[in-house]
């Protein structure tokens, strides 16, 4: 059995962590890692590290991203998962070239909507509310059990 951890930032509503929380029911052995309370992690003895993130300003969030400059060995398995207001592919960027950069091998990405507040969106209420949903949320662990 490969061994996997999902390194993950998820301040805004908690919207990624309901993902996260899906997929570790399905899979007890995943580790989870809370990037805000663990800067530093020594990842080798992992087959699979995921990388999880809410949009920040059209990337990954800054933490989730110097955690993976700083901790990710090299040619590693690696996949994303994100949720975002407004879903767009280039999101995953930031986080894509950094693991490319350490000769990884990117097994796949999940992106959906997730409840968004920030900024103008908080006058109108916010938007994708009720986002992620049930589907979106099996969504993620049909991803998972597809790696
Ligand atoms: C400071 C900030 C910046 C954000 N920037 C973006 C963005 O650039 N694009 C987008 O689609 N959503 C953006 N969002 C919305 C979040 O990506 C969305 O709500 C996400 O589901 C939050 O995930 P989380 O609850 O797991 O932290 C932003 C939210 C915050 C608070």
Redesign the pocket.
């Known amino acids: 059995m490969k061994k996997t951890a999902i390194v993950y930032?998820?301040?805004?509503?908690?919207?990624?962590?309901k993902l996260l929380d899906a997929i570790k029911s399905f899979d007890p052995d995943l580790e989870l890692i809370d990037v805000t309370e663990k800067p530093e992690a020594n990842l080798t003895e992992y087959d699979r590290i995921g990388f999880a993130?809410?949009?920040?300003?059209?990337?990954f969030?800054e933490q989730l991203l110097n955690f993976a400059k700083v901790n990710l060995p090299e040619q590693k398995g690696v996949f994303f998962i994100c949720?975002?207001?407004?879903?767009?592919k280039v999101?995953f960027n930031a986080i894509a070239d950094i693991t490319a950069e350490k000769q990884c091998n990117e097994l796949g990405r999940y992106m959906c909507?997730?409840?968004?507040?920030?900024?103008p969106f908080k006058l109108v209420g916010g938007i994708?509310k009720g986002?992620p949903t049930e589907d979106e949320i099996s969504g993620a662990v049909e991803f998972y059990k597809n790696l």
């Open positions: 930032y998820s301040k805004h509503h908690g919207n990624t962590k993130s809410g949009a920040y300003y059209s990337k969030a949720t975002a207001g407004n879903p767009v999101y909507k997730g409840f968004d507040t920030f900024g994708q986002h």
